[in-house]
């Protein structure tokens, strides 16, 4: 199944307006607004007075790269809701897939009766693998895709234990909370619940660091105990940090040579988002896993855990199913996911972001600040200073552009527009970046 046939209207690239604001942020709206929410939302981060939080806005609106708050104020947004937002807020073919798969079928019957969106979209994701020959898992969020992934790796090697790497992150439920070594806050309160069996080692930020963390990782996996090897081909919430050319190929030597499996997990980087379909098959190697998620429902949440055929096979049973879940693979996001995959290969989005983000690099390499990544996945080094990102993100708000943080002490602006961004967009970013930023550059 394809809804290529089914083309959006020719639109004249909407969303794509420079930011206006009408009052300063958060405005009197917003703030209403965030006072409700601290009442009725569980009280997630720091303790701020009830509508205190003032980097914080209430969205109501979103079309392309802009969004429009509940105070009427436009913004460019160049973090699109943590990267998934591949093809920007509401984008038409979205829509319009939406609209036919809505008078078709909303829910099946997961793998005992599945929709027909489903089958179709499980084999466009098998011939994503490197592979040629690959079987798929899906889920509804970036952690199900981790999740499925370790259980895969225990499954067929029998061995519970799991290398990671320091500044990973793989989601936050319990399986790849065990394997995130982001911030150690995230797994303390939870840490007697996470498999003991997990092993961290330094991620290579640079060929001087390179040899010293192949070594480590080839000392845990001699204790043969690793079933699976899970890494981020560029580390996403890590702080968009891009590890040398040869990184990936030798880990996964190391890891065949241990019969662990080589998981990559591509949710940030995968789907054009570093530039290419997948980050890892550019790097030269073939993963036993792939995992995918962010942006491949267009906005609604699937994801995807892709394995060798060979290796999925572990999962066959003798009596019960022992991994599923009600919404994974609903028919409504199979839907919107094949049309994701469908605009991403129709308008060469991989290489529009690869050669984008190479120029929006330099541009912003030109107004004095150090910046890293792979496409339109890019960070802007902030000194170390912690919590620096957090602050020059404040002073971007106040100008109208939406950004994230990233690295362990919020140290790293993290930039992941929409693959369609404007480049007039990226270029009056840049240009608002070096009046925002005084003090913070390192």
């Known amino acids: 199944m394809s809804f290529s046939e089914f083309p959006p209207p020719p639109e004249l690239d909407p969303g794509q307006d420079?930011?206006?604001?009408?009052?300063?942020?958060?405005?009197?709206?917003?703030?209403?607004?965030?006072?409700?929410y601290a009442h009725s939302a569980a009280p997630?981060?720091?303790?701020?007075?009830?509508?205190?939080?003032?980097?914080?806005?209430?969205?109501?609106?979103?079309l392309g790269c802009n969004v429009i708050d509940v105070d009427g104020n436009r913004y460019v947004d160049l973090a699109a809701g943590f990267g998934a937002l591949l093809l920007g807020h509401s984008p038409p073919a979205i829509r319009r897939v939406l609209e036919l798969q809505a008078d078709r079928l909303w829910q099946a019957l997961g793998d005992v009766h599945p929709a027909d969106a489903r089958v179709a979209l499980t084999e466009r994701l098998a011939r994503l693998h490197p592979s040629g020959d690959a079987q798929v898992v899906l889920g509804q969020s970036g952690a199900d895709a981790i999740t499925a992934a370790l259980k895969t790796a225990a499954l067929f090697t029998g061995k519970a234990g799991v290398l990671a790497f320091s500044g990973a992150y793989h989601g936050l439920s319990y399986g790849p909370l065990a394997a995130l070594g982001l911030r150690?806050?995230?797994?303390?309160?939870?840490?007697?619940?996470?498999?003991?069996?997990?092993?961290?080692?330094?991620y290579p930020h640079d060929e001087a660091s390179l040899d010293a963390s192949i070594e480590r990782a080839r000392f845990e996996l001699a204790r043969g105990d690793v079933g699976a090897v899970?890494?981020?081909?560029?580390?996403?919430?890590?702080?968009?940090?891009?590890?040398?050319?040869?990184?990936?190929?030798q880990l996964a030597t190391l890891a065949r040579g241990a019969s662990a499996l080589l998981i990559a997990d591509e949710i940030w980087t995968?789907?054009?988002?570093?530039?290419?379909?997948?980050?890892?098959?550019?790097?030269?190697?073939?993963?036993?896993?792939?995992?995918?998620?962010k942006g491949l429902g267009g906005g609604l949440p699937i994801s995807a855990c892709i394995g060798r055929r060979e290796v999925m096979a572990a999962w066959s049973r003798d009596d019960e199913v022992v991994h599923t879940s009600t919404f994974a693979g609903a028919p409504l996001a199979c839907a919107t996911a094949l049309a994701t995959l469908d605009a991403l290969s129709r308008d060469h989005l991989p290489e529009r972001a690869a050669a984008v983000g190479e120029r929006f690099a330099h541009r912003l390499a030109?107004?004095?600040?150090?910046?890293?990544?792979?496409?339109?996945?890019?960070?802007?080094?902030?000194?170390?200073?912690?919590?620096?990102?957090?602050?020059?993100?404040?002073?971007?708000?106040?100008?109208?552009?939406?950004?994230?943080?990233?690295?362990?002490?919020?140290?790293?602006?993290?930039?992941?527009?929409?693959?369609?961004i404007a480049e007039a967009l990226l270029d009056a970013f840049a240009s608002e970046l070096a009046l925002c930023a005084p003090g913070l550059l390192s």
């Open 44 to 62: 997630m981060g720091p303790k701020r007075m009830p509508g205190q939080r003032a980097s914080t806005v209430v969205f109501a609106r979103g």
């Open 18 to 36: 420079l930011p206006h604001l009408r009052v300063p942020p958060p405005g009197p709206a917003s703030r209403s607004w965030l006072v409700r």
């Open 230 to 249: 899970i890494v981020e081909p560029i580390l996403g919430r890590g702080g968009c940090v891009v590890p040398p050319p040869a990184f990936m190929e």
């Open 366 to 420: 030109e107004v004095g600040v150090k910046v890293r990544g792979a496409g339109l996945m890019l960070g802007i080094e902030l000194g170390g200073q912690p919590g620096a990102a957090v602050k020059l993100g404040k002073r971007l708000l106040a100008a109208g552009y939406l950004t994230s943080t990233g690295g362990g002490a919020r140290e790293t602006l993290v930039l992941t527009p929409p693959l369609v």
């Open 184 to 202: 150690d806050s995230y797994r303390a309160p939870f840490s007697a619940q996470l498999n003991p069996s997990v092993r961290f080692v330094p």
């Open 270 to 293: 995968g789907l054009g988002r570093s530039g290419a379909w997948l980050r890892s098959s550019r790097d030269g190697v073939i993963a036993d896993v792939i995992c995918l998620g």
